[in-house]
């Protein structure tokens, strides 16, 4: 085994939820930038056609050779995939336009929900943190992370229908213990784009916290325009702007999942 493979194996993170635009990409591009800056070795997987994990850590459409497309139906090991990103400590997989033919050409390959997993054990990569960023939609690309995966984490958007949909992803997840991957955990549900002066950011909140208990993080990102401004930068919004809401609130949350995680290795060694 090389030396990479000889390192800790990394924990492997979904970031997952059917719906669009509920803040999957942006958690996962703002919760890898902070636990890298925390020293952690962070890759983030780009398993979206669309791309956007690619484009808002600066690698433009051009720039995407070579990506997740490789590994999923080639035999290349990971770190022939992965690019350095502007964030020291964060790699990045890319997802390239092939990936949007993908969902339908998985259909006839062999080991088709774990072609991600396989590619994960080829080689790891000796990262801390894997995230998986996941398109919108419950099929096989999302099928492949959560096969790949040790958790799911579930963005969720605090606006009237955001329970609407979570039942059909938890029997997602559920389904996907059974079949797939019997270890299969949810890391945490993070609520996001939370309005503070809006009634009913709060009372979704209460809900779903009713719902998952403490699975639910205590740190709330607040929506906040330089979240979203980050992106056409090509930047985390950590790097392009450290001291606004969103940045600290995705410092905190990262603050969150090591506090978790150094519960689990205490609980299970
Ligand atoms: P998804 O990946 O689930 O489709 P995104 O992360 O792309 O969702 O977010 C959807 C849109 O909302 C994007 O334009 C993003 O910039 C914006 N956005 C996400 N989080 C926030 C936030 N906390 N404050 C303001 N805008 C946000
Ligand atoms: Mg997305």
Known sequence: ???????????????????????????????????????????????????????????????????????????????????????????????????????????????REYRLKDALARSHGGYDYILIDCPPALGLLTLNALAAADAVLVPLQCEFYALEGLSHLVRTIERVKRAFNPALDIQGVVLTMFDRRNNLSDMVAADVRGFFGDKVFETVIPRNVRVSEAPSHGKPVLLYDYRSAGAQAYIHLAGEVLKRERKRQLAYG
């Open 1 to 111: 085994t090389s030396a990479a493979q000889a390192r800790p194996t990394p924990r492997v993170i979904a970031l997952a939820n059917q719906k669009g635009g509920v803040g999957k990409t942006t958690t996962t591009i703002n919760l890898g930038t902070a636990l890298a800056a925390i020293g952690k070795r962070v890759l983030i997987i780009d398993n979206d056609p669309q791309g956007n994990a690619s484009t808002g850590l600066g690698i433009s459409q051009s720039d995407r050779g070579i990506g997740i497309y490789d590994l999923l139906f080639g035999d290349s090991r990971l770190e022939e995939v992965t690019v350095p990103t502007d964030v020291p400590n964060l790699s990045l997989v890319t997802a390239s336009v092939e990936l949007s033919g993908a969902e339908v050409e998985l259909v006839n390959v062999e080991r």
